[in-house]
């Protein structure tokens, strides 16, 4: 099972907000996940992004791929640095 790092929208008509979750390849956008790593809301100003690095380092350690969007937001958070590091520890 391949598992991706990636956006699923939430939120009402025209006011999305974002989880980042742990979710295998094949499942649809907002279908089934794995387990969620944090969220990410672009409408407030600024925009709100709340990570648990913890486990995002987990998954990606793991071999999760992130999609693009979502490696600029752990990039933003610190969780991908910490994924460096510990890949380097390794």
Known sequence: MAVKL????VGKTKQPQYRIVAADSR???DGRFIQI???YNPRTEP??????????VKWL???AQ??????KLLE???AWAEFGTA????
């Open 47 to 56: 925009s709100t992004l709340n990570v648990d690095n913890a486990k995002a």
């Open 27 to 29: 499942s649809p956008r």
């Open 6 to 9: 990636r956006l699923t929208r």
């Open 87 to 90: 890949r380097a520890a390794k």
């Open 37 to 39: 790593v944090g969220t």
């Open 66 to 71: 992130p999609t693009e969007r979502v490696k």
């Open 76 to 78: 933003i958070s610190g």
């Open 61 to 63: 350690l793991d071999g």
